[in-house]
């Protein structure tokens, strides 16, 4: 074959894989990951990262509240990355804490945020539902009793997720699961078997299990 045709194989094949890399999405560590969009870290293949599935990795636990933008308790790929670019922008800076984004709707810097500056964000569709007092307007105290309301709710909802899957692999019945019930029933949870079975009797319990929230 001519070596000039070889080299332009080679060099159209390298193109086609930048092109595929550069179209993959990034994952939830920020690295850019399999063509599918996937997230790394969601376990649970729910579509975002809860703080149970951030808590296997202390950098992003830490910054969990920071990153989770709207209080919900998951991060959803839009909330990756806030951290870096936002400081450019204004909306991260030091001081203004997880109320960064918050502060930058609030173009005519009142303290509070109306409908109209809400109007492109996340907050336009639950704004009548966070607006406590009905005058038009959310202040930071009805800010984080949204969060926390939302936050609550989540935790309940998870918990609910949790004792359903726990029952499901529990084959037996007697509240506790084995090694095999554990490969059987909880895959994901398999290859930390020994390091959440800290007392080495062989059965993981629900405490053993359940998420830690901070």
């Known amino acids: ?49 809860d703080a149970a599935e ?26 990756f990355g806030r951290g870096h670019g936002s400081r450019h922008k204004g909306m991260g800076r030091r001081g203004s804490g997880p109320f960064g984004h918050i502060i930058a709707m609030d173009t005519d810097g009142d303290g509070r945020i109306s409908k109209a500056e809400a109007e492109d964000s996340r907050l336009a569709g639950r704004f009548d539902q966070i607006d406590g007092n009905r005058d038009g ?11 926390d309301q939302r936050r609550s709710e989540h935790r309940a909802k998870a918990a609910e997720r949790f004792e359903t899957r726990f029952k499901q692999a529990d084959a037996n019945g007697d509240g506790r699961l084995s090694r095999a019930e554990v490969e059987a029933g909880w895959e994901h949870k398999a290859k930390a078997f020994a390091f959440l079975d ?17």
């Open 54 to 79: 951030a808590a296997a990795h202390p950098r992003l636990a830490a910054r969990f509240a920071e990153l989770d933008a709207d209080g919900n308790g998951r991060l959803e790929r839009g909330e």
């Open 137 to 147: 307007y959310l202040v930071r105290s009805e800010l984080m009793a949204s969060a």
């Open 198 to 214: 800290e007392d080495r009797d062989g059965y993981l319990t629900r405490s053993d299990l359940a998420p830690r929230h901070r």
């Open 1 to 49: 074959m001519n070596i000039s045709l070889v080299r332009l194989s080679i060099l159209a094949a390298s193109i086609a894989m930048a092109g595929a890399a550069f179209a993959a999405p990034p994952s939830a560590d920020g690295h850019r990951g399999k063509a599918d969009g996937k997230f790394q870290l969601d376990t649970n293949g729910d579509g975002a990262v």
